[in-house]
């Protein structure tokens, strides 16, 4: 956006302005998706609106959403902030909801499902690092090729579980708005919303944030640093796939809790890996503990919704509980946390980002419920794969 060869050549604040104006488009977007998709139960009509966004993607972005940075730059802020929110970072969360809801609904693993969709990233990730090197335009053409095929799979796929029910099976209750509204005055939602945002809001400033110039900032030549760090990025994307797969195993073993619990402890090693290490080899080490730290808190916090609250409201709880949480985070400790670079330099900031995330151990520790305590959801039994589940509880709030 800021390269005069080739780029849009704005300034540092405008892309500020870009990506404050997306946080908050998408702030609104997750609270609407989630709640509207908890009513659908597995009716696709969202999923299908936002493959059809997606399939539009290459046409937006090269003959709207460009001319409009270039020559009406507020209206080009507002229009793709409500674009990019809806296709693109708002969705994923919802995606991510659906699919776990249809594997309830099948008896299959949600963690081995994603496992293939950090697969379809890794690849894609590579494929979009060659096309950017020969025209950033090819990109978004093969976007909407692949929202092109997303939206035929949503209307020629027939998922089990979203027909209509046979003689004699019982109807999903359908939340209402109330019972949503409801989630709010729940203590237990609040104490969870708290341990993401001790834990995993400031683990997503340091990674996103910080890590990648603190990284570059290890080698004498900062292209040889970039270059390392896109590599080891991928080769950690590929290992974090593998992870989703295997970690749905260590669940079924070691329970919902604990499985939270070592993650939260790997997001603590590697930080303070990271503040107390020196050097290229021994950083990069300490960086592939992020492809086991992901499987572990996404799949738990999954996990620990469905089995605490009523899974008829898992895509709310997801988009809500952890999502907007977690963006909210972002939006507020980004600043600070940057200030506090700006002052002490990266490895003490880490040392204190690491304390936090230390404290929401001991918080998560003594405050989130156990798996047999407070089952408002799926019961947790260790060591049973899923079943199929016959229809959702009713949405006890």
Same mark, same amino acid.
């Given at each position: 956006m800021t390269s005069e060869a080739g780029g849009l050549q704005?300034?540092?604040?405008?892309v500020g302005t870009i990506y404050s104006a997306n946080s908050a488009a998408t702030l609104v977007l997750m609270l609407l998706y989630g709640t509207i998709q908890d009513r659908l139960d597995l009716?696709?009509?969202?999923?299908?609106?936002?493959?059809?966004?997606?399939?539009?993607?290459?046409? @937006?972005?090269? #003959? +709207?959403?460009?001319?409009l940075l270039e020559n009406n730059f507020g209206l080009g802020v %507002?229009?793709?902030s409500v674009f990019i929110a809806a296709a693109f970072v708002g969705s994923t969360g919802? @995606?991510?909801? #659906? +699919?776990?809801?249809?594997?309830?609904?099948?008896?299959?693993?949600?963690?081995? %499902?994603?496992?293939?969709?950090?697969?379809?990233?890794?690849i894609v990730a590579l494929i979009a690092g060659f096309l950017f090197t020969r025209d950033p335009d090819l990109n978004f053409w093969a976007g909407s090729v692949l929202g092109h095929a997303l939206l035929l799979v949503q209307l020629l796929w027939r998922p089990r579980g979203a027909e209509q029910p046979v003689a004699g099976q019982v109807l999903p209750s359908t939340p209402g708005v109330r019972e949503m509204a409801g989630l709010l005055k729940r203590r237990s939602l609040w104490v969870v919303i708290?341990?993401?945002?001790?834990?995993?809001?400031f683990y997503t400033v340091y990674?996103?944030?910080?890590?990648?110039?603190?990284?570059?900032?290890?080698?004498d030549d900062p292209a040889v640093g970039q270059q390392t760090y896109g590599a080891l990025n991928s080769a950690q994307v590929f290992l974090e796939a593998l992870m989703m797969g295997a970690v749905t195993v260590v669940m079924r073993h070691v329970g919902v809790r604990n499985t939270l619990l070592l993650g939260v402890s790997v997001m603590f090693v590697r930080i303070l890996g990271t503040a107390v290490l020196d050097g290229p080899v021994l950083i990069s080490i300490v960086k592939m503990l992020h492809a086991f730290e992901v499987p572990l808190f996404v799949l738990g916090i999954f996990r620990y919704f469905t089995l605490h609250f009523s899974t008829g409201l898992s895509a709310t709880l997801y988009l809500v509980g952890f999502n907007i949480s977690a963006q909210i985070g972002n939006v507020v400790?980004?600043?600070?946390?940057?200030?506090?670079?700006?002052?002490?330099?990266?490895?003490?900031?880490?040392?204190?980002?690491?304390?936090?995330v230390a404290l929401a151990a001991v918080y998560a520790l003594v405050l989130l419920e156990k798996d047999d305590r407070q089952v408002l959801g799926e019961p947790f039994v260790r060591g049973r794969a899923p079943k199929p589940e016959a229809a959702d509880e009713p949405a006890a709030v």
């Amino acid at each position: 956006m800021t390269s005069e060869a080739g780029g849009l050549q704005l300034t540092g604040s405008q892309v500020g302005t870009i990506y404050s104006a997306n946080s908050a488009a998408t702030l609104v977007l997750m609270l609407l998706y989630g709640t509207i998709q908890d009513r659908l139960d597995l009716k696709r009509n969202v999923t299908i609106v936002i493959s059809a966004l997606m399939a539009l993607v290459g046409p @937006f972005a090269i #003959f +709207v959403y460009k001319p409009l940075l270039e020559n009406n730059f507020g209206l080009g802020v %507002a229009l793709g902030s409500v674009f990019i929110a809806a296709a693109f970072v708002g969705s994923t969360g919802l @995606f991510e909801a #659906f +699919v776990e809801r249809l594997s309830r609904r099948n008896g299959f693993e949600f963690g081995q %499902a994603r496992m293939w969709g950090s697969f379809g990233y890794a690849i894609v990730a590579l494929i979009a690092g060659f096309l950017f090197t020969r025209d950033p335009d090819l990109n978004f053409w093969a976007g909407s090729v692949l929202g092109h095929a997303l939206l035929l799979v949503q209307l020629l796929w027939r998922p089990r579980g979203a027909e209509q029910p046979v003689a004699g099976q019982v109807l999903p209750s359908t939340p209402g708005v109330r019972e949503m509204a409801g989630l709010l005055k729940r203590r237990s939602l609040w104490v969870v919303i708290g341990f993401v945002i001790l834990s995993w809001t400031f683990y997503t400033v340091y990674d996103q944030q910080m890590f990648p110039d603190f990284y570059t900032s290890l080698f004498d030549d900062p292209a040889v640093g970039q270059q390392t760090y896109g590599a080891l990025n991928s080769a950690q994307v590929f290992l974090e796939a593998l992870m989703m797969g295997a970690v749905t195993v260590v669940m079924r073993h070691v329970g919902v809790r604990n499985t939270l619990l070592l993650g939260v402890s790997v997001m603590f090693v590697r930080i303070l890996g990271t503040a107390v290490l020196d050097g290229p080899v021994l950083i990069s080490i300490v960086k592939m503990l992020h492809a086991f730290e992901v499987p572990l808190f996404v799949l738990g916090i999954f996990r620990y919704f469905t089995l605490h609250f009523s899974t008829g409201l898992s895509a709310t709880l997801y988009l809500v509980g952890f999502n907007i949480s977690a963006q909210i985070g972002n939006v507020v400790l980004s600043r600070p946390l940057g200030a506090l670079r700006d002052q002490l330099g990266y490895q003490p900031t880490f040392l204190v980002i690491a304390g936090v995330v230390a404290l929401a151990a001991v918080y998560a520790l003594v405050l989130l419920e156990k798996d047999d305590r407070q089952v408002l959801g799926e019961p947790f039994v260790r060591g049973r794969a899923p079943k199929p589940e016959a229809a959702d509880e009713p949405a006890a709030v």
